[in-house]
């Protein structure tokens, strides 16, 4: 049997100590025990489950005070809109007293109508748009019911009060809420406000999890244990199996929990028993208020296509087929002539500086026009400012052996081809403005995958082409998930999972991130 190494690991979120054996050559005997879990470590769930449920109410309670504010400003300020701050005439004294009586109406009605939707649940703190969605619904639904309801009491309530409370409460609401939100993932960052996790399941499935939840911690989530079916005797697990207790058993997953203190169970992929385990698990988790999560297979589907259709007791899950055309593109072409037009006059002064320092810099062209593949492999001459030297494309050959990128991307960290102005401007992607033009002319959009070139798609593999399905973007998911060191493959599923799963509102998302990724830009070169 090979030399082991033991190590005594320390796990912050589970507050207990596991002997973590870490092999130093491949163990070819008995399979190895990753972790102890043990009575003697064992976390008083009640007590850290009134910990966590007191440390979500007082964050529940911190927007109840935020929401109450906002909306008593907005109602305010349409109050004031309607009638002023001077004192009014005795004739409109009753008609100010019945808007009055509305306005603290509406007060009651708004923050009741958060309070009854789920716009506090902590399942959607900090991640997602879930969170604005249903405020959004919350107001929009409660302001149609007043509207008919004041039509049938014939009260007649003057537009420009509802146009002034409406828009600015929206407003107010979610933007304390995105603080509130920063304020989350900030302390998530920490450490704290983490909803303690044991992952089950097969070993790359579970490791699939894992790898995602330590890249996201504003997700709210953090592995206390894993659950493995079983353990091959020459496993070693490495990154990013490191500090997490593993046991080689699924016999007893609610121990493990108990002993973990977790807050949940999540079910990557298949498990050994399969529904029928899934069912006696959840029934045994019941009695701990534990929450048991299963991890979809679906991983490159988002939600709006997915749909629950149960048939006698059988649940179903239908897959939308995805959508390459219809009113939804019209919206979005729509979208990307309007702030392409925008862009291209506000930034117009910016643009003009630029060419005079590229021209200035260095001998050639001010806009490097390059072919590029559009939707379908249509080529087109994709436009940036030049921001390496004349020669560029014939010097590739002889930097072949330096490249840094990941599959059929050619990149260098340092390329010497790259011009004095040409550094910062790649930094804070500068260099791409001229592409509103493209996006303008309708060989691109704002939001679509990396435009790639014709050589690249000459080498593409199986269905890897399905990234033409739709025009290529100025930013993407890709931008505001790696940019030059995001691997090849996962470039390629970004841009799969873009392409199949876009939404408007998804667009949006990825343009406010792609705008906080340029304040402080990174992995660009």
Not at 145 to 156: E, G, Q, T, Y
Not at 172 to 186: A, D, E, H, V
């Amino acid at each position: 049997m090979s030399e082991l190494k033991h190590r005594r690991a320390f796990h912050p979120a589970s507050r207990f100590t596991a002997q973590v054996r870490v092999p130093s050559r491949v163990q070819t005997s008995a399979p190895p025990q990753h972790s102890v879990w043990d009575d003697e470590h064992r976390i008083d769930m009640a007590a850290s489950r009134r910990a966590v449920s007191l440390r979500w109410r007082n964050f529940a309670n911190r927007l109840r005070i935020t929401d109450a504010a906002a909306i008593i400003v907005a109602v305010a300020s349409a109050y004031v809109f309607r009638f002023g701050t001077e004192a009014s005439t005795p004739a409109g004294e009753e008609f100010e007293a019945r808007y009055l009586m509305v306005s603290t109406l509406l007060l009651v009605a708004w923050f009741a109508s958060l309070e009854i939707y789920p716009t506090r649940d902590r399942r959607t703190f900090g991640v997602g748009a879930a969170e604005y969605k249903r405020v959004a619904q919350a107001t929009l639904k409660l302001f149609g019911a007043l509207a008919i309801a004041m039509v049938f009491v014939r009260f007649d309530v003057v537009r420009g009060y509802f146009a002034v409370a409406l828009p600015l409460g929206l407003l107010l609401l979610t933007g304390s809420r995105w603080l509130w939100r920063r304020w989350l993932n900030q302390k998530r960052a920490e450490g704290k406000y983490l909803s303690r996790v044991v992952v089950i399941g097969d070993r790359p499935d579970v490791e699939y999890v894992i790898n995602q939840i330590q890249k996201n911690p504003t997700a709210g989530y953090e592995i206390s244990g894993v659950g493995l079916p079983t353990l091959e005797k020459s496993t070693e697990l490495r990154p990013p199996w490191y500090r997490i207790p593993v046991v080689s058993t699924l016999a007893d997953v609610s121990r493990m929990v108990e002993v973990a203190g977790a807050d949940a169970v999540i079910v990557a992929g298949r498990v050994p028993g399969g529904s029928t385990y899934i069912r006696e698990l959840g029934w045994k988790l019941e009695a701990t208020g534990t929450e048991l999560v299963l991890a979809s297979t679906l991983t490159n589907v988002a939600g709006p296509r997915i749909h629950w259709r149960p048939v006698d007791g059988l649940p179903l899950v239908h897959v939308e087929l995805p959508q390459y055309a219809g009113a939804k593109h019209v919206l979005k072409r729509a979208l990307d002539i309007l702030a392409a037009s925008l862009a291209l006059v506000v930034l117009s002064p910016v643009m003009l500086a630029l060419a005079i320092v590229v021209k200035h810099d260095s001998c050639g062209p001010v806009i490097f026009r390059q072919l590029r593949a559009g939707k379908n492999g249509i080529p087109f001459h994709m436009l940036k400012f030049r921001s390496m030297v004349e020669t560029a494309e014939s010097d590739l050959e002889s930097l072949r052996e330096l490249n840094e990128g990941s599959g059929l991307l050619f990149k260098i960290r340092n390329d010497p081809r790259v011009t004095q102005c040409g550094r910062w401007m790649r930094k804070y992607s500068l260099d791409e403005l001229p592409q509103f033009w493209n996006v303008l002319t309708g060989e691109m959009s704002l939001v679509g995958p990396r435009p790639p070139l014709l050589s690249e798609v000459e080498r593409y593999e199986k269905f890897t082409n399905r990234r033409l399905l739709i025009k290529p973007g100025i930013t993407g998911l890709w931008q505001i998930n790696g940019r030059s060191t995001l691997p090849w493959e996962e470039s390629i599923r970004l841009d799969l999972y873009y392409v199949e799963n876009w939404s408007l509102t998804g667009d949006l998302i990825i343009l406010w991130r792609t705008f906080r990724a340029l304040r402080s830009p990174a992995d660009a070169f």
